[in-house]
Nanobody, 130 residues
Framework: QVQLVESGGGLVQAGGSLRLSCTAY????????VGWFRQAPGKEREGVSC????????YYTASVKDRFTFSRDNTKNTLYLQMNGLKPEDTAMYYC???????????????????????WGKGTLVTISS
């Protein structure tokens, strides 16, 4: 059974940093494109960042570029989203999602586009105070 588990959310002041983790059980990331999404209260879900199955390319939405870094540790089957320079507008529930290679792909905008079976985590809450 496939399971994605996010962690690392919390409450920090503006300008601070957090590192989110997404650990997979039942799949190995090197065969999946993975995206981070976020959803703030009353807003639509937004694609934040995406990494290709090979792990050699990452994409970011414009509002987080140069502040967020998406990386992968194959030995731990875990992905990380390092978030620096956090702003109140980054406040949201953050989710990771994975789709097997061929069932989706990363868009240049940082969004993971999917048309196959997509696995989602339950999310981790990020709150940035001003």
């Amino acid at each position: 059974q496939v399971q994605l588990v996010e962690s690392g959310g919390g409450l920090v002041q503006a300008g601070g940093s957090l590192r989110l983790s997404c650990t997979a059980y039942g799949l190995t990331f090197d065969d999946y494109a993975v995206g981070w999404f976020r959803q703030a209260p009353g807003k639509e879900r937004e694609g934040v960042s995406c990494i290709t199955p090979s792990g050699d390319r990452t994409y970011y939405t414009a509002s987080v570029k140069d502040r967020f870094t998406f990386s992968r540790d194959n030995t731990k089957n875990t992905l990380y989203l390092q978030m620096n320079g956090l702003k109140p507008e980054d406040t949201a529930m953050y989710y990771c999602a994975a789709v097997r290679s061929g069932g989706g792909y990363c868009l240049g905008s940082g969004r993971l586009a999917t048309y196959g079976l997509t696995h989602w985590g339950k999310g981790t809450l990020v709150t940035i105070s001003s």
